[in-house]
């Protein structure tokens, strides 16, 4: 299977492109910094230009996994009261509307039996004393993969809610 997978320079992504390789697919990555997938491209996901030229790249794509995020340590340590409405704008843009650039760049090149896999996390299903804005982004990424899933079927499109997992961001 050929799958795309963004995020692939960190720490989940990296796992995924390296499981993906050893059970046979080929793997197209996307992230802004390199990956080992079989063939890369440094794109931003705000860069829907840069995105859209991959995929026409690529052509035709069994799976997306999104799987990037904001992933910024010191939203972890604001509390309501130092947090800013351009705290939950920067991890809303990455986050939810990077995603859904994500989805629209590749939709043209995505079989009618293809998966969408969006990540999410337990704060988007459950909140959180701190990182409330990754929680009320994860939280809108469970929309758009149900909003998703809506309109793009026969695709599929699913969201995963993690909980912890040792990567660079989380230590
Ligand atoms: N680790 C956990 O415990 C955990 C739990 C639940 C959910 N999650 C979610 O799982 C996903 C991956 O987490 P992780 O722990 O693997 O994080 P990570 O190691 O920090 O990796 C984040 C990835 O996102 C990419 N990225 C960030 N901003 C980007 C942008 N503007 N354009 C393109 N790529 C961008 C980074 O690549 P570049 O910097 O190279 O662009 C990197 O590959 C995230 O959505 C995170 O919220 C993680």
Do not use: Q
Not at 46 to 54: Q, R
Not at 144 to 170: C, D, H, M, Q, Y
């Amino acid at each position: 299977m050929k799958i795309v997978v963004t995020g692939a320079s960190g720490g989940i992504g990296d796992a995924l492109v390296k499981l993906a390789k050893r059970r046979g697919d080929y793997v197209v990555g996307i992230s802004r910094g390199n990956s080992e997938a079989n063939v890369h491209y440094s794109c931003d996901v705000l860069n829907i230009a840069c995105l859209e030229k991959a995929a026409a790249d690529v052509r035709e794509v069994d799976g997306v996994a999104v799987v990037h995020g904001h992933g910024e340590a010191s939203l972890w340590t604001k509390g309501v009261k130092v947090l800013t409405g351009e705290d939950f704008l920067e991890v809303f843009r990455v986050d939810v509307v990077g995603s859904f650039n994500v989805v629209k760049a590749f939709l043209p090149a995505l079989k009618p039996t293809a998966s969408i896999v969006l990540v999410s996390s337990t704060p988007g299903l459950l909140g959180d004393r701190y990182g409330i804005p990754y929680a009320v982004a994860k939280g809108a990424v469970i929309a758009l993969a149900r909003s998703l899933a809506k309109t793009l079927a026969p695709i599929r499109v699913n969201a995963v809610a993690f909980g912890p997992i040792e990567t660079k961001w989380t230590s």
